[in-house]
């Protein structure tokens, strides 16, 4: 029942937010030359997969949790996309395939057993 809700909303929100989405990745472009984000990332049962966000950091910046690495690496343009949480939107892609849950836990990095 959870896995079929999250294919609809997911579904649903990804073609409402498409056109959105597009100007975000379009913006992103001019912002850091390379809008899309990709990291593996530790799902349920510790299998991995890559999860996806608008990149929010200079594309040279350490692949590390974002509070580890520096804060001058965010752009202005990230920091925006934090703020409203824009950057996460590319996460319905995951959702849709199944990797991720609308609700739920954090998918952690590998590095950090604590949330595994």
Known sequence: MIRTLDFIFALFGLV????????????????????????????????????IKFRTMKVDTASVASHLASTASITAFGSFLRKTKLDELPQLWNVLKGEMSLVGPRPGLFNQSELT
């Open 16 to 51: 409402i937010a498409m056109p959105f989405l597009i100007i975000l990745y379009i913006i992103g472009l001019f912002d850091t030359g390379s809008p899309i984000f990709m990291q593996e990332r530790v799902g349920r049962h510790k299998k991995p997969f890559t999860l």
